[in-house]
């Protein structure tokens, strides 16, 4: 008993040193500098979503968009100006939302303790707290990421396309680390929000076989309202749970990208088994999230921390 419990010491000391320090990153970065920096965006994100549900899904979205492009640097939040067209005016973007509130939080966050806490920090863990309030796994995420002084709409095209296949959806988030799982895991946060027709319309017009003939009908419905119609990934758009999965499992996925997950053999497995155990989504998806966040983090001099996240200082 008592060598288990020290093996069992020892593997938590490892885990946290590897959370620790990674990157620059550390739990608990603010607790000295700005102790109420994560009450503060917790406060703001549940105010926002109570006015709001359908942000949870954006907030977590805009973390995804920042970190997949520059690294987790707060480049997705930055205005466009007459000599530069940044990240956020991509056409891949302009459908984001949510800015307002990483505005208030840092607002607030600057006048507790002014240049200390940066936008990229403040987007990670909004989107932390946005996936918890909509009912999703709760877990601590390392804070200390400097915001990046470049923001342009060229380097968007490292965003995943909505009519990537199972192979090209492995490369991409292969090439930033990720396993096949943890790809799968991180597409699952499509159980919150809703897809434009634009990005599904051709699946109609094609005939897609993978698509389920009556849920073809509803997605055509939508898009008689035009382009920017919303179609839900699933049946609670606004609930964080494993209610994705059942839906490609009955070929119910709206995009492209979501359905090749289930029709290809190699990532079929990974949903069925996030379909009948929401734990284990819950779990990976955390692991997955604690990740990508440490991507590309910017250290040192070679980021900032932003008075105003819209604007480079």
């Known amino acids: ?26 739990m608990g970065y603010y607790i000295t500098s700005c102790p109420f920096a994560e009450s503060i965006v917790k406060n703001t994100v549940n105010k926002a979503l109570q006015n709001d549900p359908t942000l949870a899904a954006a907030l977590l979205r805009m973390h995804f968009h920042d970190c997949f492009i520059e690294g987790c640097d707060g480049s997705v939040l930055v205005d466009s100006t007459r000599d530069n067209t940044a990240e956020k005016d991509s056409p891949g973007n302009l459908s984001l939302r949510g800015f307002e509130v990483i505005d208030d939080a840092k607002e ?42 470049r923001s342009k709409i060229e380097d ?56 389920d003939p009556d849920f073809a009908k509803a997605l055509s419905e939508t898009c008689g309202a035009g382009d920017n119609a919303g179609q839900p990934f699933d049946d609670t758009p606004n609930s964080f749970d494993n209610g994705y999965f059942n839906s490609l499992s009955r070929e119910n996925g709206v995009l492209f990208s979501d359905q090749v997950l289930y029709t290809t053999t190699a990532t079929r497995a990974i949903v069925n088994g996030y379909a009948m155990n929401e734990a284990r989504f819950f779990l990976d998806f955390q692991q997955a999230m604690v990740k990508m966040g440490r991507l590309d983090v910017k250290e040192g001099p070679k980021g900032e921390v932003r008075k105003n996240c819209r604007k480079i200082n």
């Open 108 to 149: 607030q966050l600057e006048e507790q303790c002014p240049g200390i806490v940066s936008c990229a920090d403040v987007v990670a863990m909004a989107a932390r707290d946005a996936i918890f309030w909509a009912g999703g796994p709760i877990y601590d995420i390392p804070t200390g990421r400097k915001d990046g002084r």
């Open 156 to 211: 968007t095209i490292n965003l995943p396309f909505p009519s990537f296949n199972t192979s090209q959806l492995i490369t991409a988030f292969g090439l930033r680390g990720f396993t096949p799982t943890d790809m799968v895991a991180l597409s699952g946060a499509h159980t919150l929000g809703v897809a434009r027709c634009l990005f599904f319309k051709n699946r109609l017009s094609n005939q897609d076989p993978t698509l």
């Open 1 to 26: 008993m008592v060598m288990a419990a020290v093996a069992m010491l020892l593997a938590m000391e490892v885990i946290l040193i590897g959370f620790g320090g990674m990157n620059g990153l550390r």
